[in-house]
């Protein structure tokens, strides 16, 4: 429970941090009143934070080797103390000489870590990219909000970034919420975020 605590803490600071920065960035340069300049800042924000995970993707991909993509998962026999199956995770494994007949037999299953492959995105690689479209719109949306009123709207504003913040990085891949579903919904949710901000400063009907 401590650790669903500090996770959740960490993720709502994280949208707080942001908010906080883009109002002052919004009052510093004085670009409130400017719907073009808001809304590049919202794109630009989007377009650095894509880079920023693009190029942590292709760190990892080049630092790490074939083998390093590859974990053991040892599956134990139940105790009298627990029922079912226990995982253990085993060291990594360097050279593989037995083929898929002798590996089919072992207890032994090999399979890339699930950090690497959340990382990487090759588990979803269409969730990923909706993922970052509706990153994009929040982005600009919020820039929005918070360019039209300022501090009256930068509570709304870190509440509902960082309750995306708690979908994303907690429920969906903690708590094995639906990808596909979750995906559509926050989506959904951004598309509304993006239009109230066009809608604030009249650009839509």
Request: with cysteine.
């Amino acid at each position: 429970m401590d650790r669903v605590q500090c996770e959740w803490s960490t993720l709502l600071s994280a949208g707080a941090l942001e908010e906080v920065i883009r109002l002052g960035i919004i009052s510093v340069l004085g670009i409130g009143g400017d719907f073009g300049a808001v809304y590049w800042l919202g794109l630009g924000w989007a377009g650095v934070e894509t880079l920023c995970y693009i190029g942590q993707s292709l760190f990892y991909s080049l630092w790490l080797s074939e083998d390093d993509y590859r974990a053991v998962i040892t599956l134990s026999s139940s105790t009298p103390a627990t029922t079912g199956q226990t995982a253990n995770y085993g060291t990594v494994e360097n050279n593989t000489k037995d083929s898929e007949e002798d590996l089919s037999d072992m207890r032994d299953e090999v399979v890339p870590p699930r950090e690497v492959r959340h990382l990487l995105g090759i588990d979803r690689p269409w969730w990923s990219l909706m993922g970052r479209t509706s990153s994009m719109m929040v982005h600009i949306g919020l820039c929005c909000w918070l360019g039209y009123y300022g501090w009256k709207l930068l509570i709304p504003a870190i509440l509902t970034h960082g309750a995306l913040y708690i979908v994303w990085g907690a429920l969906m891949p903690e708590q094995h919420w639906s990808v596909p579903a979750t995906s559509y919904g926050t989506l959904i949710a951004a598309m509304g975020i993006f239009l109230i901000g066009l809608a604030l400063y009249g650009e839509i009907v």
